[in-house]
Each structure stands twice: as C-alpha cells, then as structure tokens.
C-alpha cells in the first residue's frame, strides 16, 4: 500500500468508528426540539466538562495555534492567556444565566434576547448575527478538515475533494445524533487529542534537539525576536495582546453554541465547579505550540503556517501515525463543527424563521426544519472555505469580533435594571458596523489595539447613553414565567 | 458535594470579583513585564513559562472564588428560611 493509503484508511477508519459511536448515542432517544438542542438540560459536571471542551478544543487549537506559533511566534500567546481566562469569566455569570434559562425554558441564546428584551426584532436580529459570524467559525473546521486529508494524502487528494467528503460526513453526523451523540463523540476525540498533544509536543523536540530546552535556545538562537512581541509581525505588540485577550476572553460565552450548552447542565452550580477545573484543560496549549516551533527549524519555509503541525509529523513518523494523527485533527474539526452547524439551525428556524416569518410553526415543525438547515449552512461555510484563503486564527477572530458585540446585552440584561431594548439595539448596531467597517477597510488592529474590542467598547458606551435617554423597562427577568409565556403573544416591539 | 440553594438573580460579590481579577493581571495587563527570553526557566522562555505557571496556579483562585461564593449563598439562604416560610 502507497503511503497516502495507509494514512488515509487510519483516518477514515477512526472517523467512521467514532461517528458510529455518536449516532448510536443518539439515536436511542426520541428526538424533539428540547433533546435536541439542549438533550433535555439533564448533563452532569463531567459530560458538560466533555462538551464544552469538545467546543473549545477545535482545529484551531490544534493546526491553527501551532501554525501561528510557526509564523508568527510571540502574538500566539494570546491564545494560552484567553483560553484560560475566559473560564475566569464564565464563573461570573454562566451559573446567573443558567437558573436564568431554567426558569424560562431558554434553548438558545436569542431566546434570552427575547425574554428580556420582550422584543422579537431585537431576538430575531441577534439570531441573525450570531449565524453570520458561525460561519467563518464553521469555514475554519472545514478548512482544517481539507488541510488534513491533503497533507495526509501526500497530495493524492485535492484540498476541494477533501472538504466536499468532510462536510459530507459532518452533516450526516449533525443530522442522525443531535446535541448528545456530539458529547459522547467528544470522549473520543478528546481522549486521542490528549494522546497526540502529549505525544508530538514532547517527541518531536527531542528527536531533533533533544529536548524542549534545547529546541527553544536554538530557536531563540536563530532568530532571537520570534518569541517576544510582536514577533515575526510588526502591529501585534503589547497592546493589540491586552485587547485581544480582552476580547476573546469576555467574548468566548458569548459564541451562541456555547452559550446554548451553558443549557444542558443539570444545575448552575456544575457550571461554577466547571469554570474552576476548565483552565487545566489549556495545558495542553503549550504542547501544540512547542510542536509549531520546533517545526520553525525543521521544516522552514512552508507559505501556509496552518501546515506546519502535519508537514513536521509527516517528515517524522511512518504514514499510519500519520493517520492518527490526522484522525485526531479531523475529530477536533468535526465534533465543533457539527456543534456549530446545530446552534446555527436552530437559531435561524426557532428564533428567525419562526418569530418573523411563520409563527404557527410547532416545535416538531421547527426542529424539522433546522436538520433541513443543516445542509444549506455547511454548504455556505463548504463555499466560503473553497473560495477564501485566510490562515485559521484570522478566521477565529473575525468571529470573535462579531460574537463580542453580544456582550453589552447579555451582562447589562443580566445585571443591570436600567438597560432598555432601544439601547441594546443601537449598541448591537453600532458595534457590527464597527466591526464591518474596520474590518473591510483592513484597518484591524486600529491604532494598535484590536478592532474587534474597540468596537466592543463603543457598543457598552453606546447601550449605557441609550438605554438613559430612554424611559425605563420592566425587567421581565424579574416576572414569573406563566405571565411571561401569556405576554408574549402581546408585546410587539 | 452537597446541592447549594439559589436564587434568582444574584450579582457575583466583589470579594470574588476581586479573587478573578488577580488572573487578569498576571495573564492579560502585566504582558510588558513578562514578555521576555530570559531567564529560561526549567527549559522554558521566560515568558512562556510564566503563562504555563498561570495556567496551573488560576484554578486555585477560582477554588478560593467558588468557596467564597457558595458560602455566600448558602448563608442568605439559610437566612431567608429563617425569616419567612420557604416560598
């Protein structure tokens, strides 16, 4: 057998297992809107533990971060000091925000819009916002996917080819399992992720320099800044870090699929246990980051970073490590993957679809129609990543940019009486516009900082002047749901 | 681990405001101090090994901040009880 085909049948062999083990998990219970979507708010500490790392630990974590690492050098810390830090935050409001979503049967994150704010405009416009920047989110695992089957391929296979046969395998995944075949498929890509990290973060140093020590005093040896900021760029410094940690940290809960498994805990106090063990799961960071420098040194020159991690690993190990390798990568794609396309389809049929266009739907109508969702939301992310070519961080925080400006809305709902929808609105507004506009102007970072926290900022000042000018609201968090449920049908906004 | 009482909406205490802050600074604001080559420490770049020590150490914080805030909460439930007849 060539080399691609052993690498190749390692990797499909251990998707098709895994994704076998995810069907059958869910296809054992009954499928309605609420198992679906939030597998009936019955997870305990350790398979919310499962989920969310199986979220958080993507494919950007794995070829993303170590190709930054490569080709960028020191502005990659962020991602260790954000991935911590933001459980840091979680721990402040997750637990509020369960009890929150419990008492108001909350599924998904324009719903907490929606009970708020009493304002079906506003719910509907989050849900859009929050699909549109999943995409970039969901664009980077299907660009991960294509990297791994190319690379692992020997070049046998194109990268077009290779995303086409993942976003096949991904909407079936979606399809068949719903939210709880997506947590048991996370065990596995865990357990293997953890092996692989472990393994090529610590090997490979050794093998060419024979040891963690030594590959840094020759790195630091050859090129002496590649480690400091800004690196090997020249705008990251200082304070685009700060910002960009700042960003990425309060913004992370604010992804609509991670605040929709916020949901699927059994009680707020697992989240707040949940935040306290969560960082530990970061350590596996600097491991992946140690395989991208190494990989500096030893195989220079690549114009892609996001190749570095497998193109080193293929240099190294015979072509069926290559595949497992390339297996786990390809689960750390796909079971975010399948989880993004979730929280996208349910957003648009429940909280778009069904408020401003067809209110008669019933909830078997809306869940029917969010797994016919599934396959035109990959087919646009299946688009984007066949046309676009931007390196995978880019792709993370674009995301974030987007995301972040939920922020104001959801911790002023929370915790401040005085925030009206007026004001929620016009600083949602403003900071996308911001957004878009330093974005697709390429001024990013703006002055220095990160444009995605500038625009964050704008949008608190925005929403805090607003939300005085105009009358104060009912808090409708305060009322009980019964009341709540009866006024719906009545508020218009 | 015994079940905590809860109620809606209840602010997190600056107390433990505080405790999470201390990350924030040692991971996010200080940057200018840490960001550095040298000393290598344990066969790490100083400032590589200054966040993989922040890594470890931050559950501990956020160890102190959950026993800070589920003794809050169980204390004004318990006073609650007290007060009036559950519910």
């Known amino acids: 057998m060539s080399n691609s085909t052993v690498a190749l049948s390692v990797i499909f062999a251990i998707v098709l297992i895994s994704s076998a083990v995810g069907m059958y998990a869910g296809a054992r219970r009954k499928m309605n809107l609420e198992q679906w979507t939030v597998a009936g708010r019955g997870f305990g500490l350790v398979l919310v533990w499962l989920l969310m790392a199986g979220e958080v630990y993507t494919t950007f974590a794995f070829l993303g971060a170590s190709g930054w690492a490569y080709s960028r050098g020191g502005p990659t810390l962020y991602i260790m000091a954000y991935l911590t830090l933001a459980y840091v935050v979680s721990f402040f409001f997750l637990p509020q925000l369960w009890e929150i979503g419990k008492k108001f049967g909350m599924q998904t994150q324009s719903d907490f819009f929606r009970q708020r704010y009493g304002s079906k405009n506003l719910a509907a416009f989050a849900s859009l916002i929050g699909v549109v920047f999943i995409i970039p989110y969901l664009q980077l695992q299907l660009t991960g996917l294509g990297i791994i089957v190319e690379v692992s391929g020997f070049g046998g296979i194109g990268r077009i080819t290779a995303m086409i046969i993942a976003f096949a395998l991904v909407a079936a995944f979606v399809f068949v399992s719903g939210v709880r075949g997506v947590a048991w498929i996370s065990v596995i890509k865990d357990l293997l992720m953890l092996f692989a990290v472990f393994f090529i973060g610590l090997a490979l140093p050794y093998m060419y320099f024979g040891g963690v020590g030594e590959m840094f005093t020759a790195l630091v040896n050859a090129k002496p800044t590649h480690l400091t900021l800004p690196g090997a760029t020249k705008v990251m410094g200082h304070s685009w870090y700060i910002s960009t940690v700042l960003l990425t940290s309060l913004g992370f809960y604010m992804w609509p699929h991670l605040f929709g498994a916020t949901f699927t805990a059994k009680s707020g106090n697992t989240l707040r246990k949940n935040a306290v063990i969560m960082p530990l799961y970061t350590i596996t960071m600097p491991l992946i980051f140690f395989v991208g420098f190494t990989a500096i040194l030893v195989v220079p020159g690549l114009k892609n970073g996001d190749l570095a991690l497998l193109t080193i690993v293929r240099q190294s190990y015979p072509p069926w490590f290559l595949g497992i390798i390339g297996a786990a990568g390809a689960l750390t794609a796909m079971v975010p993957a399948a989880i993004l396309i979730l929280a996208a389809a349910t957003l648009f049929a429940k909280n778009f679809y069904r408020e401003m266009i067809s209110p008669g739907l019933t909830d078997d109508q809306v869940a029917k129609l969010a797994r016919a969702l599934v396959i035109v939301i990959t087919s646009i992310a299946l688009y984007f990543a066949i046309y676009s070519s931007t390196t995978l961080v880019n792709l993370l925080l674009i995301g974030y940019a987007g995301v972040t400006q939920f922020l104001p809305g959801v911790t002023f709902g929370l915790y401040w009486g005085r925030v009206t929808k007026a004001g929620v609105f016009t600083g949602l507004v403003t900071g996308i516009a911001v957004v878009a506009y330093l974005g697709l102007s390429k001024q990013d970072p703006f002055m220095g900082i990160n444009a995605g926290f500038f625009a964050l900022c704008v949008n608190f000042v925005v929403t805090l002047i607003v939300s005085l000018m105009t009358p104060a609201e009912a808090n409708r968090f305060e009322q009980d749901p019964v009341s709540a449920d009866q006024a719906k049908g009545s508020v218009q906004s | ?87």
Do not use: N
């Not at chain 2, 602010?11 to 200018?32: H, Q």
């Open chain 2, 1 to 87: 681990m015994k079940a905590v009482p809860y109620v809606l909406i209840r602010k997190p205490s600056l107390k433990a405001l505080g405790v999470g802050l201390i990350p924030f600074v040692a991971m996010c604001f200080s940057i200018s101090w840490w960001d550095r080559v040298f000393p290598f420490i344990f066969g790490l770049p100083f400032s590589i090994f200054w966040i993989v020590a922040w890594i470890l150490i931050t559950p501990l914080f956020m160890a102190v901040a959950y026993r800070i805030e589920t003794a809050r909460i169980a204390a004004e439930a318990r006073r609650k009880e007290g007060g009036a007849k559950h519910e």
